[in-house]
């Protein structure tokens, strides 16, 4: 069900292409919809483990430089940061590992999927149809 949510507006993307209503994709649907993909795979079927956060902010870096958009990639990275050092314990912040817990950071990782599925049915009516036959 997640998936599903999270796909249908590219989906909806292409049956307007296919039905010639639409010209092309809308780039930070795509860049979204991939950036997302990661987070519901390992929020709902698995645990968070940091080589899946990986492509998560690879794609989030990617739409906030397309659309200006940085809230999603600067909570994810900040997410990812504190994945990656609970697990490796490199830099040994002893002193901040009670900060912030893995159910706090399960949180982060929540506010960019939900922030990133209300950006993803936000898309203008209008432009679409500006691109559909009269």
Partial sequence: VSYAIILFPMMRQTYQLIRKQRM???????LLTFGLTPIVFC????QMHERYAHPCVLFLAAYALYKGDFIP??????????????GLL?????????LITLGQLAVF???V????????YRTPVKEVREMSPV
């Avoid at 092309?24 to 795509?30: I, N, P, S």
């Avoid at 490199?90 to 009670?98: G, K, T």
């Avoid at 999927?113 to 993803?120: A, M, P, S, Y």
């Fill in 24 to 30: 092309q994709y809308d780039v930070g649907v795509v």
């Fill in 43 to 46: 929020f709902f079927n698995t």
């Fill in 73 to 86: 990639y600067i909570v994810a990275s900040i997410a990812n940061f504190w994945v990656m050092e609970k």
């Fill in 90 to 98: 490199l830099l040994n912040l002893h002193r901040l590992y009670d």
């Fill in 109 to 111: 990782f929540l506010f």
């Fill in 113 to 120: 999927l939900l922030w990133g599925t209300v950006q993803l």
